[in-house]
């Protein structure tokens, strides 16, 4: 019982992650336990991306740092022991716990003079109120901190399920390594795609960002541990 608890309130961590009503309907669908003889789905394509939700969802219940790339080439470090999240990256850092949450950012130094020790770079923080949740105000605050083409794991998923409610809609499935991929198009929407890897990580994910970017994550490495200085801001040393 405990165990499953703890599935439905990482359930419901990712419907406040998804910044879509269609994405909220399909993990509430989740959240049931299903009969043993459940009728087709009236939404197939949303059954795929719940298939995916559900993978997922177990790999939010791990400790876990992950490297990914976007599109353009910048790289974001990414560190979870729920519920707390880190993501580091291009001077940019953004952490959420339950005691708070911390938007830093760090300008280059100075090139040093000649025989000179290089300066630190100067670090200004902004602190919110703690989380346990990722909330679409989160959500929306961790893309833009990395210059709209980041998204976290949860709204990945949650562009696919915005997109299985339109019209015309088609999916597919296929392998990227061992990680399970869905693709879903619709009527006037981009293709996106998103793969979930068997330790339920995001594995890629090619789509929209919050901010409209078109992106693509590549997740390069990843440790099955996380350190507890991930979740500690730096120093500031500047006032924001």
Same mark, same amino acid.
């Given at each position: 019982? #405990?165990?499953?608890?703890?599935?439905?309130?990482?359930?419901?961590?990712?419907v406040? *992650?998804?910044?879509?009503?269609?994405?909220?309907?399909?993990?509430?669908?989740?959240?049931?336990?299903?009969?043993?003889?459940?009728?087709?789905?009236?939404?197939?394509?949303?059954?795929?991306?719940?298939?995916?939700?559900? @993978?997922?969802?177990?790999?939010?219940?791990?400790?876990?740092?992950?490297?990914?790339?976007?599109a353009s080439?910048?790289?974001?470090?990414?560190?979870?022991?729920?519920? @707390?999240?880190?993501y580091?990256?291009?001077?940019?850092?953004?952490?959420?716990?339950?005691?708070?949450?911390?938007? +830093?950012?760090?300008?280059?130094?100075?090139? #040093?003079?000649?025989?000179?020790?290089? =300066?630190?770079?100067?670090?200004? +923080?902004?602190?919110?109120?703690?989380?346990?949740?990722?909330? #679409?105000?989160?959500?929306?605050?961790?893309?833009? =901190?990395? *210059?709209?083409?980041?998204?976290?794991?949860?709204? =990945?998923?949650?562009?696919?399920?915005?997109?299985?409610?339109?019209?015309?809609v @088609?999916?597919?499935?296929?392998?990227? *390594?061992?990680?399970?991929?869905?693709?879903?198009?619709?009527?006037?929407?981009?293709?996106?795609?998103? +793969?979930?890897?068997?330790?339920?990580?995001?594995?890629?994910?090619?789509?929209?960002?919050?901010?409209?970017?078109?992106?693509?994550?590549?997740?390069?490495?990843?440790?099955?541990?996380?350190?507890?200085?991930?979740?500690?801001?730096?120093?500031?040393?500047?006032? #924001?």
């Amino acid at each position: 019982m #405990p165990r499953n608890n703890s599935k439905k309130a990482l359930l419901s961590a990712i419907v406040a *992650g998804a910044l879509t009503l269609g994405f909220a309907g399909m993990m509430a669908k989740s959240c049931d336990t299903p009969p043993k003889h459940q009728a087709q789905p009236a939404n197939p394509a949303l059954e795929l991306v719940d298939q995916l939700a559900s @993978r997922l969802v177990l790999g939010l219940e791990s400790d876990a740092t992950m490297q990914y790339t976007t599109a353009s080439g910048a790289i974001v470090i990414v560190s979870q022991s729920s519920p @707390r999240r880190a993501y580091r990256g291009g001077g940019v850092t953004y952490i959420a716990t339950p005691d708070g949450t911390f938007l +830093c950012h760090a300008a280059p130094a100075p090139s #040093p003079a000649k025989g000179k020790k290089a =300066a630190q770079p100067s670090v200004s +923080c902004q602190e919110g109120p703690g989380v346990d949740t990722m909330s #679409p105000s989160q959500a929306k605050a961790i893309s833009e =901190a990395f *210059g709209g083409e980041f998204l976290a794991p949860e709204a =990945a998923l949650g562009r696919l399920a915005t997109i299985a409610n339109g019209e015309g809609v @088609r999916t597919d499935t296929s392998k990227r *390594g061992d990680a399970q991929c869905v693709s879903v198009s619709a009527t006037g929407l981009r293709t996106e795609t998103a +793969c979930i890897n068997p330790a339920g990580l995001l594995a890629y994910f090619e789509g929209t960002t919050d901010a409209g970017k078109a992106t693509r994550l590549v997740l390069e490495y990843t440790t099955p541990s996380v350190t507890a200085e991930a979740f500690v801001p730096p120093k500031t040393t500047v006032k #924001p």
